[in-house]
């Protein structure tokens, strides 16, 4: 591990011209010159499950108040829907190709240029705390508190200024509580910019005690297409392996495991056998059950017996259905199963994001902060059949994003402009008063959230670029790159294949129909050729099908 920044007197002293500017100073947009900063990140949290965009699924208040009082974007898209590499889009503005971190199986540069090093540098003191998913150790914080790799929903470990710990309780309330106690032991007389990053609610779904069996008597409305059968798409559609019928594990993913056999031993398959598949089988099924197994040990006991207590009946119906039941009527269950866990797991997220904000509004720097929420991509909730994200399809290359700051966002605006997660990068600078550096490819949002209606100014963006390169892998999605407009989508699938794939997003908002080769969408098609590579120039992306491209390196990140 490397050593945690420390902040020197030096730093100090150039900190000075700052103190007090959170509330003085206003620009011509009526921002004061040094707001705090806050980002709230979730990972796997998507717009489907909030009901300030609308979601039938379940409520969520606190971020429906950050919406209400701020502004939400109805069209934000990441580059390369995966954590790590959201996460380093994020933080430097830049694309994957420039900023290095591909894949999860990467290791962020951390010497490179990103905007908490440039606050700090302009005297905001920092922090990080959460999940930073980077395999380096944060650099440029003077607070860092981050989980092992994915993390752990209960009794998570934690390296906090380069020391491991393991703090007792859950995850999502653990980082808030962090959160609180770097804002109660901070440097008063600075601002400060703090990225507060969950675990929540990312795979396996685990939620707080508090919220065991909340929505266990609710039946959610089905997507239209929960039981796709990809015709009409090409082979990465019908190769992937996240379908909620196929691929969910039973036990990792719905707890269909008692308590009792939890209590027991689950030793791997001996490789001398002579049937290797069946091995192999076997001990994929073995590594599940011992992962969740592992995750349901770092409960107490009395939290267990409550665990065992909520999912016994759910094992029960389980274990009557599990010979009858037809494929699609066993998705149709499990897919039931699933959106109980994200959804319990997202009210956590949901009451910590409320706890944060009273606390803010008791010390009196609410107004002063910009708040942040999004999520380091969207997810599927079963359309196409699916869970995970990773394709370029709308429920995952869109994310969710909202920015409360009363002192220059006007409440309750719904923003259409087309915007990227590495725009965040520039916008908080330039509201920061530090200068953007030439190289961040992202642009500032400050014109659309100071713009009464949240329109984009003249001059901005007509489409987002998407290139994804994690394959062969978790979840067996193909490499792709794509051109996202107003319209349509131009998705191209390399590597192992070359298929591409327009889908026409107003016609089929769901993309179920591949229109590549309708000879009415011709012109639209070699349209949407050229922006593509009119893009790919602009942003640099000049060799995408790069056939060298080594993937599995360092892949215990993953
Ligand atoms: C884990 C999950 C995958 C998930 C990746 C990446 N498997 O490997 O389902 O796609 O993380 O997620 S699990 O068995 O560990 O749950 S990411 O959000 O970090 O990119
Ligand atoms: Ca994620």
Known sequence: MKHTETITAGMRMAALPLAGAAIAACSADKAPR???????????????????????????????????????????????????????????????????????????????????????????QTAMIGKWHLNSDPEGFDFWSILIGQGEYYAPRFIENGEERTEQGYVTDIITDKAIGFLENRDKSRPFAMLYYHKAPHRNWMPAQRHLGIFDRTVFPEPENLLDDYTGRGSAARGQAMEIGRDMWPEWDLKLLSGEALAGDFAMVETGDPNKDDVSRANDWLSSVRQYQAAYNRMTDEEKARWNATYAPRIAEYEKMKDTATPEEMTRWKYQQYMRDYCAVIRGVDENVGRLMDYLESIGELDNTIIVYTSDQGFFLGEHGWFDKRFMYEECQRTPLLVRYPR???????????????????????????????????????????????????????????????????????????????????????????????????????????????????????????????????????????????????????
Request: aromatic share 12%; hydrophobic share 35%; charged share 25%.
């Open 34 to 124: 040094h707001p705090n900063i806050i980002i709230m990140m979730t990972d796997d949290h998507t717009t489907q499950a909030m009901s300030c965009y609308g979601s039938p699924l379940l409520e969520t208040p606190n971020l429906d108040r950050l919406a209400d009082e701020g502004m939400l974007f109805e069209n934000c898209y990441v580059p390369n829907a995966i954590s790590g590499p959201s996460r380093a889009c994020i933080l430097t503005g830049k694309y994957s190709h420039a900023n290095g971190f591909t894949d999860n199986s990467r290791t962020f540069d951390g010497s490179q240029q990103t905007f908490p090093k440039l606050l700090h540098d302009a005297g905001y």
């Open 408 to 558: 220059a966002v006007k409440a309750g605006v719904r923003s259409s402009a087309l915007a990227m997660n590495i725009d965040f990068a520039p916008t908080m600078l330039d509201f920061a008063g530090v200068e953007i550096p030439a190289d961040i490819q992202g642009r500032s949002l400050r014109p659309v959230l100071t713009s009464a209606t949240g329109a984009a100014p003249e001059q901005w963006r007509d489409a987002v670029y998407y290139h994804y390169y994690e394959y062969p892998s978790w979840h067996s999605v193909k490499r792709h790159y794509g051109i996202r407009t107003e319209d349509y989508k131009l998705i191209h699938f390399y590597n192992d294949v070359d298929e591409w794939e327009l889908y026409d997003m107003r016609r089929d908002p769901h993309e179920m129909r591949n229109v590549y080769d309708d000879p009415a969408y011709a012109d639209i098609r070699s349209d949407m050729h050229a922006r593509l590579e009119r893009l790919q120039q602009e942003c640099g992306d000049n060799d995408p099908c790069e056939r060298e491209y080594e993937f599995f390196r360092g892949a215990d990140n993953l």
